[in-house]
């Protein structure tokens, strides 16, 4: 099983960087993602680590330390629009569960005029 | 019609009728998945079809039905729900091997 661990809520201003942790417990490993949920809409992929190091993909960044079963989400440049629940995922190793993924409860961001 | 869509996308129900949530996907991927989401709560893994061919039933209740005639069609018959079944229904598609999951809009089912 998983155990996947968030912050309920982050606040910040625009134009500033905010890094969104999530920390996991597993029995098995197999990636870790980060997903957008704005309000009343469907989640949208962000990013995908599933070896150590940071991955980038213009103002998002996504860092995965395995050995510490902690991950991050760095948001740059912010704007208002960035507002919205960060998901973190964590799919399983498991045989005949490759591809089923445990969820967070989200982050909640607060983007600030 | 793009990507991942569902119907109805707001449905009210009382505990005694049978509705159905249908999901259809137009991205040609073989996978296809119910999630539920709560307030507050982790989006849960309810069902997992491959090729139309359900793996994964993560023990939820008989009152919710699956069902998957084709790798682009996925419904979810409901019965007899209780009001804590009331949430965001979601449904998802990928391609076998791929990283990325594809989600719909959701259904808001309310349950009276």
């Known amino acids: 099983g998983q155990n996947i661990d968030q912050p309920t809520e982050m606040t910040a201003t625009e134009g500033a960087i905010v890094q969104i942790n999530c920390t996991y417990q597993?029995?098995?490993?197999?990636?870790l993602f980060w997903y957008q949920q704005h309000a009343g809409e469907a989640p949208t992929f962000l990013s995908y680590?599933?070896?150590?190091g940071l991955e980038e993909k213009g103002r998002f960044s996504s860092f995965l330390s395995r050995s510490k079963g902690y991950s991050y989400l760095l948001l740059k440049e912010l704007q208002m629009k960035d507002s919205a629940s960060y998901l973190c995922?964590?799919?399983?190793?498991?045989?005949?569960?490759?591809?089923?993924?445990?969820f967070g409860s989200g982050t909640q961001l607060t983007v600030l005029p | 019609e793009t990507g991942v869509t569902q119907t109805p996308r707001h449905l009210v129900m009382g505990m005694t009728n049978k509705k159905s949530l249908k999901c259809e996907q137009h991205?040609?991927?073989?996978?296809m998945y119910w999630y539920k989401q709560s307030a507050k709560k982790p989006l849960e893994l309810m069902f997992v079809?491959?090729?139309?061919?359900?793996?994964e039933n993560n023990s939820v209740p008989s009152r919710f039905s699956p069902e998957c005639p084709n790798s682009s069609h996925l419904f979810l018959h409901l019965h007899t729900l209780q009001p804590e079944d009331s949430a965001l229904y979601l449904c998802?598609?990928?391609?076998?091997?791929?990283?990325?999951?594809?989600f719909g809009p959701g259904t808001r089912l309310t349950v009276l």
């Open positions: 991205l040609g991927h073989n996978a």
């Open positions: 995922a964590v799919r399983d190793q498991s045989v005949g569960s490759a591809r089923q993924l445990t």
């Open positions: 998802a598609s990928s391609q076998e091997g791929g990283h990325e999951q594809f």
């Open positions: 680590n599933v070896l150590d």
């Open positions: 597993t029995s098995g490993f197999n990636g």
């Open positions: 079809y491959n090729f139309k061919e359900q793996t």
